[in-house]
């Protein structure tokens, strides 16, 4: 069974007679997981969060990383990664060229297991992961930001970057797009689409707006 793939295992499973104490075990370990990777490593990034501002931690997809770093080609220089996870948009960007690269992460053990991933991947003290809320992060001299947010969390953050990144910053939002803004650029498909928004752009859409009014 080594060498069954995921569909193979499956179709076995439904072919065979577990039995109720079977069901059963295999409820109360999977439960018993869930819940042991809720205390150990998603709780304690929460504890300090209001409710609607927690964000589930969901790692990228390869194509999701590739989208993300496609909106950003021809860009250069610093990246921040707000809500960073497990850390591998800032491993790709690094490899990318962006220097320095920086997730900003709340949960402990997410810090420890992108720390682990740089230093498995060679990239150990190349990237940085600072626990830190995004929120008190000082975005003033960042060109270059990426965001896997919630779509609460997202309809939040939209005036703290406008009001601190500087009109040449571009921000790749990725899973889900900002609700109030209008992207330049789009990547991707389905569940993988990423959307890259010109602050410049934006500003100057506000500004429109209030004028307005």
């Given at each position: ?6 569909d ?41 969060v ?57 949960n402990?053990?997410l ?15 190349k ?86 009014l």
């Open positions: 069974m080594d060498n069954d793939t995921p193979e295992v499956f179709a076995e499973l439904k072919t065979e007679h577990l039995g109720g104490w079977g069901v059963a075990q295999i409820a109360v370990g999977s439960g018993l997981a869930v819940y042991a990777m809720w205390v150990g490593i998603l709780q304690p990034g929460f504890r300090r209001p409710l609607r501002l927690q964000v589930p931690y969901i790692p990228a997809s390869r194509a999701q990383v590739a989208n993300v770093i496609t909106l950003l080609r021809g860009r250069k220089g610093s990246l921040v990664d707000l809500g960073s996870g497990d850390g591998r948009i800032v491993l790709e960007a690094h490899r990318q060229g962006f220097a320095p690269a920086v997730g900003y992460e709340l402990p053990w810090i420890r297991l992108s720390n682990f991933h740089a230093w498995r991947a060679g990239f150990h003290g990237v940085t992961y600072r626990r830190e809320d995004l929120w008190k992060v000082d975005l003033t001299e960042c060109k270059n930001v990426t965001v896997f947010l919630a779509p609460s969390v997202l309809s939040l953050l939209q005036d703290k970057l406008q009001a601190e990144l500087p009109d040449d910053a571009i921000v790749v939002a990725g899973r889900f797009p900002f609700p109030d803004w209008k992207p330049c650029r789009i990547e991707g498909q389905g569940v993988d689409r990423a959307w890259a928004y010109s602050m410049q752009a934006q500003k100057q859409h506000n500004s429109r707006k209030n004028d307005k």
